[in-house]
Nanobody, 126 residues
Framework: QVQLVESGGGLVQAGGSLRLSCAASGRSFSSYAMGWFRQAPGKEREFVAIMSWSGGDTRYADSVKGRFTMSRDTAKKAVSLQMNNLQPEDTAVYYC???????????????????WGQGTQVTVSS
């Protein structure tokens, strides 16, 4: 199992940037696809970005494509999410997650992810 801790959230003006980090512990980090999800008040948790266990494939939600970049450092057991040109609609709690099944290609639903961080708040003011 993978334990996850996010950091890097905060308050930023529209058009600004933030970088979220997620530190993982556990022996099997490199075996799991990793994802970033977000949840705004009153809304369902939604997919933001997913990177395969190998790092060779990354998927982004249409709403963040071209603005957000996910990266993975297997040696450091960490993933990050660089967020540029942030908009008020990006305001949410952001979660780092590891897929439930190792060496699998998870879907974009949160149900395919079994390990979660505590979340970090991102607030974008207009």
């Amino acid at each position: 199992q993978v334990q996850l801790v996010e950091s890097g959230g905060g308050l930023v003006q529209a058009g600004g940037s933030l970088r979220l980090s997620c530190a993982a512990s556990g022996r099997s980090f490199s075996s799991y696809a990793m994802g970033w999800f977000r949840q705004a008040p009153g809304k369902e948790r939604e997919f933001v970005a997913i990177m395969s266990w190998s790092g060779g494939d990354t998927r982004y939600a249409d709403s963040v494509k071209g603005r957000f970049t996910m990266s993975r450092d297997t040696a450091k057991k960490a993933v990050s999410l660089q967020m540029n040109n942030l908009q008020p609609e990006d305001t949410a709690v952001y979660y780092c997650a590891a897929s439930t099944t190792p060496y699998a290609r998870p879907g974009e639903g949160w149900q395919d992810f079994g390990s979660w961080g505590q979340g970090t708040q991102v607030t974008v003011s207009s």
